[in-house]
């Protein structure tokens, strides 16, 4: 009949009213949609899986020296599937750890300009005042100083090391993100809820990192998504100058630096690595783009 509701009907819309959906919700929707991004996803979870599973299997270590097998081409013979380098080592094995080392440097100097960044920018728009002036003079002052000089500063002091790219790239990269943090807190600090927390006695430090850290989640997984293949090909740069890892260890910089010397005889020596790390560059910030339009309100 006309006008006869179903319960069950309204039951399911009032649940699905009352659920609703969360801007997580409508952002994975929208990254899920973003053909680009998924494919970047895609290739880029492929290699990573490689990377990560080949050394296991393969049956080249990546610092075993064949003495009878310097700089042969690619070939299916003792599997050597991207040829030897110029000392007779298996290039597809070092290529897999070059990689690794590559990703480890990015992720974990992003981590460290996250954890550093994201804090002092979270206390300097928070306190505001003196405190502000006094922390981004500082962001200021290391703006100032050469990112190359302070690696060598580094390097002399305490010699190559791969934990040192770490700390170099991170502390030259959460300088921008102390920057864009301090600028949301700022935002938000005098909102309706900051407010609310602060009437119920709620400490500062508890206030900066249970409801302003939270509320800036958006704008740091996009600049975070966007950084990583800046601090790869950083420490590609720095590889490539001499300033990188230490051998017998590798990474994408150093493999494309020793394929530039041998060039005209081996170009796969560096072919081979240089598309690698194109193509991950490309992945990367295709991923990072989606993110970016997924989080965006304004694609709501």
């Known amino acids: 009949m006309i006008g006869t509701r179903n319960p069950q009907n309204d039951a399911a819309l009032e649940a699905a009213a009352v659920a609703g959906r969360s801007l997580w919700d409508d952002a994975r929707a929208r990254l899920w ?13 492929v ?23 310097v700089g042969i081409a690619p070939t299916f013979e ?29 992720f974990m100097a992003t981590l460290v300009s996250l954890v550093i960044g994201v804090t002092w920018g979270a206390v300097a728009g ?54 864009i943090v301090r600028g949301q807190t700022l935002s938000l600090k005098n909102r309706e809820f900051i407010e609310a927390a602060k009437a119920a006695g709620v ?8 409801h302003i850290v939270p509320n800036v989640v958006g704008p740091v997984v996009i600049y975070m998504t966007l950084i990583i293949p800046q601090v790869i090909l950083l420490e590609s ?7 990188g890892v230490n051998e017998p260890l590798t990474s994408l910089g150093v493999l494309i630096a020793k394929g530039k010397e041998q060039m ?37």
């Open 126 to 179: 928070y306190f505001g005042g003196k405190v502000d002036q006094v922390l981004m003079r500082i962001v200021d002052a290391l703006y100032a100083i050469p990112f190359i000089f302070f690696v060598i500063l580094l390097t002399t002091v305490f010699g190559r090391n791969i934990f040192l790219i770490f700390i170099a790239i991170g502390a030259v990269e959460w300088l921008t993100m102390s920057r």
């Open 78 to 106: 003792n599997l050597h599937i991207m040829g030897t380098d110029r000392l007779g080592r298996d290039q597809f094995i070092r290529l897999l750890v070059g990689y690794q080392i590559s990703l480890a440097v990015g």
């Open 264 to 300: 005209s005889s081996s170009p796969w020596m560096l072919l081979f690595p240089a598309v690698v790390m194109a193509i991950t560059l490309l992945c990367l910030n295709f991923i990072g783009d989606g993110v970016r339009d997924a989080v965006d309100p304004k694609e709501r």
């Open 47 to 69: 290699f990573t899986l490689i990377a990560l599973i080949g050394p296991f299997i393969w049956p080249h270590d990546y610092d075993t020296i064949y003495k009878d097998r």
């Open 203 to 210: 400490s500062r430090e508890a206030i900066i990192f249970k």
């Open 33 to 45: 949609r973003n053909k680009a991004a998924m494919t970047a996803i895609c290739v880029f979870s």
């Open 237 to 243: 740069f720095l590889s490539f100058i001499g300033l």
